[in-house]
């Protein structure tokens, strides 16, 4: 009987101890959205607000946004639990508003993905002074005209406030009198949008022409006018110093449209003085004075010195390194040496005043070509064995439009085979996605946009020889626009079909000391 008393004891201790072990913390992150009709990078996707955004082009339906997955870094916890979320992962959704998601393994996590769709709007007036101004939030359209303008017989040259496929009521051939304000009405897709009633107003000014904008930029200026709608407009611009003796020059390849004009002055000297006047027909502004930059912009670890070597070599200090195999990945260059090791230091070029340069070599790994290789960007991991994600490109700031690329190099150039550099700059909204297994993400450096913006300058040059001893090139920049750039990406391979997994053993390319030429 005590025997029994001691048994029952204990079973009853032991059914009365509580679980006090804490759940594990399993923090859900949304890691990409792919579908159709919109795009969404990594840099999207804002892991401290838990946000993703999504960029809509204009002819795409938000009312029907077709998503096809929402990839999570995790799907499943303890014993194959999956991850639940409060909406499905897939489908189309109306994106007019955010779509609010609820993740859960164990604790909540909302995320919200929200959508951006950049419309292009205008309102014109024919003889209308500058440029209109366009409130969306407020549904307010002002043009300008000159005091003298009769404004109950006026013409609209121009209308839209909507996406392409909007209708506007009533129809701008029948907007005439704008003695008054005057209301019109859009209507997208057989729906119109709540409030959607848009206040158009022509406001009499007495100017005749102004300068906007007169910005530096490196050794150009940037301009920007307003004046009277079909009169003459433009820019005239001379040296400042004994400007009472030097005439007046045309500014080239102006840009009318409407009352707004725009200019890019270039070939000017660095760090000098230049008046400019703008002017509508006979009508000129007051002379104003701009003084041009200096020639700069140092590419971060353009000598190629800073390396650090964990597991593998990364061109970067160790702090920089992150996850090694995703976007906490903050060195300015990078290499495929998560996935390879064909990348690493070696001795400087003669008469530098460092320590080192970049050795990069073509080896075979399992059978299967890999070249050594240095970009601006960051590796995104290795998928598939021997395929791998890399994103190309790094946000810059320019202070001048280079005009070359210039770095010292040699080469071993195997049989069949060749070396490879170029640069590319451009106006984009983060990095080029390259998926080695999905030839549909390749390029070549002069197409004229990639998959998140425009590419407005680059130089490209094959190595087809060995070159034994350093040598010094400058590859001459070939600009296609006069826009700003704010992104830079410069690749360099020891074998130049390397993302094909073709090329030669034998290759090998040494960079060193990288850098604009102004």
């Known amino acids: 009987m005590k025997k029994f008393l001691i048994l029952f004891a204990a079973v009853f201790t032991f059914g009365c101890i509580h679980n006090d072990l804490p759940l594990p913390h399993v923090e859900l992150e949304i890691t990409a959205v792919t579908g159709d009709g919109f795009t969404c990078t990594p840099e999207d996707i804002n892991l401290e607000t838990r946000t993703v955004t999504l ?250 010195e800073t390396w650090t070597e964990t597991s593998t070599w990364f061109p970067c200090l160790e702090s920089e390194i992150g996850g090694k195999t995703n976007d906490t990945y903050t060195g300015f260059w990078a290499t495929g040496n998560p996935g390879t090791l064909f990348t690493q230091p070696d001795a400087p070029r003669p008469g530098s005043t460092g320590m080192r340069s970049a050795k990069l070599e073509t080896k075979s790994m399992v059978g299967i070509i890999a070249a050594g290789n240095l970009f601006v960007g960051y590796f995104g991991g290795v998928h598939h064995v021997t395929q791998a994600d890399v994103y190309m490109g790094r946000p810059y700031e320019f202070g001048a439009r280079p005009k070359a690329l210039r770095f010292w190099y040699k080469a071993i150039v195997g049989s069949g085979d060749k070396g490879r550099v170029y640069v590319m700059i451009g106006n984009m909204m983060g990095p080029h996605k390259i998926d080695t297994s999905n030839q549909s993400t390749f390029f070549s450096p002069s197409d004229e946009t990639l998959s998140t913006g425009p590419i407005y300058g680059y130089a490209d040059v094959l190595f087809e020889t060995s070159v034994n001893e350093w040598t010094m090139i400058e590859l001459p920049i070939e600009w296609r626009s006069k826009e700003k750039p704010n992104y830079l990406l410069i690749s360099a391979t020891s074998s130049y079909e390397g993302d094909y997994k073709r090329g030669s053993t034998d290759s090998k390319l040494w960079l060193d000391d990288v850098e604009f030429v102004y």
Do not use: C
Not at 79 to 102: C, H, K, W, Y
Not at 135 to 142: F, H, I, R
Not at 196 to 202: E, P
């Open 55 to 304: 960029h809509l082009p204009e002819d795409t339906d938000i009312q029907a946004v077709k998503i096809d997955s929402i990839s999570l870094n995790v799907t499943e916890g303890w014993a194959g639990e999956p991850v639940a979320a409060s909406q499905p992962l897939n489908g189309t959704f109306d994106m007019r508003t955010p779509l609010e998601i609820t993740l859960s393994l164990y604790q909540d996590y909302k995320w919200t993905i929200v959508a951006e769709q950049p419309i292009e709007r205008y309102f014109t007036v024919e003889g209308q002074f500058g440029e209109t101004e366009i409130d969306p939030a407020a549904l307010t359209a002002t043009a300008f005209v000159p005091l003298d303008t009769d404004l109950k017989n006026m013409t609209v040259t121009s209308l839209k406030l909507g996406p392409a496929s909007a209708v506007t009521d009533p129809a701008m051939e029948n907007l005439t009198d704008f003695s008054s304000v005057r209301y019109v009405t859009v209507t997208m897709d057989g729906w119109t949008e709540p409030d959607a009633r848009w206040s158009l107003y022509v406001i009499p000014v007495d100017i005749k022409v102004q300068i906007t904008k007169a910005e530096p930029w490196g050794a150009e200026i940037f301009l920007t006018g307003q004046g009277v709608a079909g009169t003459d407009l433009g820019f005239r611009y001379r040296v400042a110093n004994d400007a009472e003796e030097t005439e007046w020059i045309p500014v080239p390849d102006v840009e009318v449209n409407g009352g707004e004009f725009k200019a890019v002055l270039q070939g000017l000297a660095f760090e000098t003085d230049y008046q400019i006047v703008a002017y509508s027909n006979d009508d000129l502004t007051e002379i104003e004075t701009v003084t041009t930059g200096r020639g700069e912009g140092i590419i971060p670890n353009g000598d190629l």
